[in-house]
Every structure is written in structure tokens, then in C-alpha cells.
């Protein structure tokens, strides 16, 4: 049976991620590996945690003796590396957390894995998942392809493009054998409500303020967090070995065209008369190093491993809010802090 270990899986992404291989792959043994930091949430993960070959295991891949006593234990046979510190804004008030966990985290990992796997590495794989905000910022035209130069503008991308680096350093120096990925912004259920779309539907609701930085014209390629799980899968069992592949959503929009768009469906779901969203709309200063686009090739996965999404933007706003609604007690568990006694009520004894 081939151990996998995921980090983060408690998180957005990983939650999917963690899910779709526990259930898809029963011969493989799943480690869910993550610290529970603000954004961790087990409760995102309910569906799966008794399953025959899912192990949840609490941890911080900043502790090296922690990770090499994991990896020495269970001498695993695949990472997924999804554990990060992912909030621009969180970056530019605390770079250094993010330089903890998003470099010197994913060196410990790096260093586990090439000590248990020195002698073989024969099947073995570690998969970095990273982001798109390394690039930089586009203009009005061009994509992200796999070979743009990194030119990252925040502590956030720096930190990433940093384990990017050395990731592929790892691959060249030691033959380890990885593959990465740099994916546009992600959406979809069980997000946490700090970014744009979690947030806005949770303000909406509460009839709160939805505060666009600047003038609202700032561009972003979105990813159905569920398209992203799969397109990870893909990569881990059949992507090239010290290869690169970008994950997007083959779509654009503009922040505050999502917003007014998110505004119309939010005020059809809650019978609001429409426009009525519309006028929580509040334009706030922008932040620091603000990055004007960001805009994804998928291309080569598309005609490498056959992969592309599987709904259009509008489709999976819609899924997402309605999941949102469906899920209320969800996301009160988070703006009330009680999701964080989980671990407590379930794990420990």
C-alpha cells in the first residue's frame, strides 16, 4: 500500500484535495499532515475522517525533528505539498511567518523526503503546488506560461517563489524527483472567509460592507477549487518527472465585475430585489504592491494530460454560493471561532 502524505489537508485546497484521494484512490494510505493554524479547519473534512485509509496527523512543517521522525516512521511514498501561509495581505504585515512556513517549511519537507529516499527513488514523487503571483504582474495583454520569469511583487509570492526555487534546486542537485504546479486563484466551497468571494458572500449576508481595493479593475483568473483537485491528481500520477505545469481557468475578471456579478446572484438566492447588494459596494485604499493582472496559459496540461475545467466561472459562482447558503452553520463556526475546538472534541484524549 503507498503511503501519501498531503500537508495543509486540513486547509482550502488540500481539504479537496485530501477528499478526492481518500476516496477515489483505497489502496493508497492518506496522511493528512497539518497544523491547524487559523485557516485549518477538520471541519471541512467530516465526510472522510473514519475512513479505512485516512490518518490525520497534527503537526507543524516549520518543526524539522517533527518532520524527519514522520518521515522516518512512515516512510512515505508521495508528498503533496499544499501547507502554506497564503494571504497577501496577512504578507505584508507579518512577512516573516510567511518566510517560516513557505521556505524553511518546505526545506524541511525537501530534506525528509531525499533522506528516505537516498538509497530509491523509484516511484517516489514530491509535488510542490504553488501560485501564480510569482510571475509578477501582467499588462493589458499576455499570459503566465510555464517558462515566465519569476518577478514576484509581495512577501506572499516571494516566499513561494523561493520554495519554487528550491524545489527544482532539489530535483537538480539531488534527483529528486518532483513536479510542480503554479495555479491561478482558486474559489469554491469550503473557503476560509478572509478572501475575496468567501468574504463578500458572508458580508452580503450579513449586509455588511464589500470593500474593493482601489478602483476595482484589478484582473484575476479563476479556478474552481474542485477543477484544481483534479488537475493535482493528474499531475501527481502522470505528469513528467522535474516538470513545471500551470493551472487556470481559462477566464478573466475584473474584481469588481465579479463582484457585481456575485451581488446579482446573491440578491436572486436571498430574494433581495435586485441591486440591492450593489449598494454595500465600497471602494477602500488599495493595498501595498497590488498586482494590476494575473492571467493563466493552461495549455500544456490541457494537451499533455488532458485536463480542463469543468465549468465555466459563472457555473461555479453559483455552486459556491449556493453551497455557502446550504453550509451557514459552516461558516458561523468560523466567524465565531468555534470550528478551532474541533480538533479537541475529536482527536485528543
Known amino acids: 500500500m503507498k503511503k501519501i502524505v498531503i500537508t495543509g489537508g486540513a486547509g482550502f485546497i488540500g481539504s479537496h484535495v485530501v477528499r478526492l484521494f481518500v476516496k477515489k484512490y483505497p489502496e493508497y494510505q492518506i496522511f493528512n499532515l497539518d497544523a491547524l493554524t487559523y ?16 490518518t490525520f496527523v497534527k503537526g507543524d512543517i516549520v518543526d524539522a525533528a517533527f518532520i524527519d521522525a514522520l518521515f522516518a516512521e512512515h516512510q512515505f511514498d508521495g508528498v503533496l505539498h499544499l501547507a502554506a501561509e ?25 530534506n525528509a523526503a531525499k533522506t528516505i529516499w537516498k538509497d530509491d527513488m523509484e516511484g517516489k514523487r514530491f509535488y510542490h503546488i504553488s501560485t501564480d503571483e510569482v510571475y509578477g504582474s501582467l499588462g493589458a495583454e499576455g499570459l503566465f506560461t510555464e517558462t515566465t520569469a519569476y518577478d514576484p511583487n509581495s512577501p506572499y509570492s516571494a516566499s513561494k517563489a523561493s520554495s519554487d526555487h528550491f524545489v527544482r534546486a532539489y530535483g537538480e542537485t539531488y534527483g529528486l524527483p518532483y513536479v510542480l504546479t503554479n495555479c491561478s486563484n482558486n474559489y469554491g466551497p469550503f473557503h476560509f472567509p478572509e ?9 452580503i449576508i450579513q449586509n455588511k460592507p464589500l470593500p474593493v481595493y482601489g478602483n476595482g479593475k484589478y484582473t484575476r ?18 505528469g513528467v518527472n522535474h516538470d513545471t505545469y500551470n493551472i487556470g481557468g481559462f477566464n478573466e475578471w475584473q474584481n469588481i465585475d465579479l463582484v457585481k456579478l456575485l451581488c ?22 488599495d493595498r501595498p504592491g497590488h ?8 495549455n500544456k496540461i490541457n494537451k499533455e494530460l488532458g485536463w480542463k475545467p469543468s465549468v465555466t466561472f459563472e457555473e461555479g459562482l453559483e455552486k459556491t454560493v449556493n453551497w ?12 465565531s471561532g468555534e470550528y478551532a475546538t474541533y480538533y479537541e472534541k475529536q482527536y485528543a484524549n
Do not use: C
Not at 86 to 110: A, C, Q, W, Y
Not at 195 to 203: G, H, R
Not at 222 to 233: P, Q, R, T
Not at 324 to 335: G, M, V
Open 291 to 298: 498586482d494590476l493582472r494575473y492571467a493563466i496559459d493552461a
Open 195 to 203: 478572501k475575496l468571494i468567501p468574504l463578500f458572500i458572508n458580508n
Open 324 to 335: 455557502y447558503l446550504d453550509n451557514q452553520t459552516w461558516l458561523n463556526n468560523i466567524t
Open 264 to 285: 446579482k446572484i446573491m440578491d436572486e438566492k436571498l430574494g433581495r430585489e435586485a441591486g440591492t447588494s450593489e449598494q454595500l459596494i465600497s471602494y477602500v485604499k
Open 39 to 54: 485557516a485549518g479547519n477538520l471541519e471541512n473534512i467530516t465526510d472522510i475522517e473514519n475512513e479505512p485509509n485516512y
Open 86 to 110: 497564503s494571504h497577501v495581505d496577512r504578507s505584508i504585515t507579518d512577512p516573516l511567518s510567511f518566510v517560516k512556513t513557505n521556505v524553511i517549511g518546505t526545506m524541511n519537507l525537501l
Open 221 to 238: 483568473d479563476w479556478l474552481f477549487v474542485e477543477d484544481h483537485a483534479v488537475a493535482i491528481d493528474l499531475v501527481f500520477h502522470e
